[in-house]
Each structure stands twice: as structure tokens, then as C-alpha cells.
């Protein structure tokens, strides 16, 4: 059900999720809420690149 590249999205996800717990926390607020915008972009990105090659698998 995962492949290689469902886990590096997920990874990414979760790289940034941290990156910017850490920021916000750190004191750097405007740092770790510009991470934190990054979440659910990849996340978004992941879905339509997984949907894609489901797609690309029909027409076939």
C-alpha cells in the first residue's frame, strides 16, 4: 500500500512539522508559522501526485 515516495512525502510532513514546533517554540514565531504553512502544501502535493499515477493506471 506505501511506496518509496509515500514515505518520503510523509517524511517531509513530518521534518516540517517539527522544524517548526522547534521554530515557534525557539522564539522565532513568524519563522515556524511560515514552516508550518509548508505541511499541508506537501501534504496537498502528495495527494495529487498519488491521485495522478492511480489516473495513469486507468487509462492504461
Known amino acids: 500500500m506505501f511506496k518509496k515516495?509515500?514515505?518520503?512525502?510523509l517524511l517531509a510532513i513530518a521534518i516540517s512539522f517539527?522544524?517548526?514546533g522547534y521554530l515557534w517554540f525557539g522564539g522565532q514565531r513568524m519563522e515556524g508559522i511560515f514552516t508550518a504553512i509548508w505541511v499541508?502544501?506537501?501534504l496537498g502535493f502528495g495527494i495529487y501526485f498519488?491521485?495522478?499515477v492511480m489516473g495513469s493506471?486507468?487509462?492504461?
Do not use: A, E, H, N
Open 5 to 9: 515516495s509515500d514515505f518520503f512525502f
Open 18 to 20: 517539527f522544524v517548526s
Open 40 to 42: 499541508p502544501s506537501i
Open 50 to 52: 498519488k491521485l495522478m
Open 57 to 60: 493506471r486507468d487509462d492504461g
